[in-house]
Every structure is written in C-alpha cells, then in structure tokens.
C-alpha cells in the first residue's frame, strides 16, 4: 500500500549523499537502544521536514534482511515524523538483531524512535536554527 503523498519519503526528505551523513556523525549527539543507534543534527535552514538517513552494514545480514530493516524503519519514521522537530537530520544506524516483525514489532520501532529522537534532541546544546536565533548563537 503507498502512503500518502503527505507522508511519503521524498529525495527531500532523505539524506542520500555521505558528506550529509559524515556532518551528522562529526555532531557526535546520539542516543542508542537495542538494536538501533539514532544521530541527530539541527540543520543551517531550519525549513522543511526532519530528514532520515538509514544504515545497515553487511554484518547485518544478507540483502533481504538488510532491505528488510530498512523498510520497517521508514515505516516507523514515516508514523513519526509529525511529531520530531522539523529543521533536522536524523541517522539511524542498525547495530545488531532480529527484525521486529508484525504491528507490535512496528509499534516497538515507532516508540523507540521517538524516545531515542526525545534523548538526542533535549539535550543542552541541542537546538535546531529555529530556537537558536538569527546569528546561530
């Protein structure tokens, strides 16, 4: 089924090339829990919708668990994409484990996403341009 164009995950909504994800990286803000480690980065123009970068090494598996992984975590971002703060990056990258299967394994996602999203971004020091002001003080 595709989501609603509102929602879809669009080239601008995503990071795609590595010196995006290589600046979130260099911001050293994370959170980790189970399975996912979850970077985080304002960026300069605080506009649009939070954007979603996905990592999953070979170590994980082979190309159908790794495609696998991916498809229930933009499942899980796509649900909670209203409520991150908008103006910022987030990287998920997927260290070990199974899966989660079914609606209570996408549920999982969903509410680990948003409590490691809530870790990373309430942190001091943590402010999309947004909140910092015009001269990014």
């Known amino acids: 089924m ?3 164009a509102d929602q879809r995950l669009t080239r601008s909504r995503r990071l795609l090339r590595p010196a ?3 600046a979130i990286y260099a911001g050293r803000r994370s959170a980790a829990a189970g399975p996912l480690v979850l970077y985080a980065a304002p960026r300069q123009d605080s506009s649009g919708d939070a954007r979603l970068g996905l990592s999953v090494s070979q170590r994980i598996g082979n ?4 495609n696998r992984w ?7 971002f796509r649900a909670v994409r209203p409520a991150l703060p908008g103006g910022t990056d987030y990287v998920i990258v997927v260290r070990s484990g199974d899966v989660p299967g079914g609606m209570a394994g996408g549920r999982m996602m969903e509410d680990t996403l ?3 999203a809530h870790r990373v971004t309430s942190r001091p020091g943590f402010a999309p341009a947004s909140q910092r002001g015009e001269r990014g003080v």
Request: glycine share 0%.
């Open 63 to 66: 190309a159908v668990v790794r």
């Open 20 to 22: 995006e994800f290589a």
């Open 70 to 76: 991916k498809r229930v975590l933009r499942e899980a």
């Open 114 to 116: 948003l409590k490691l």
């Open 2 to 4: 595709t989501p609603p």
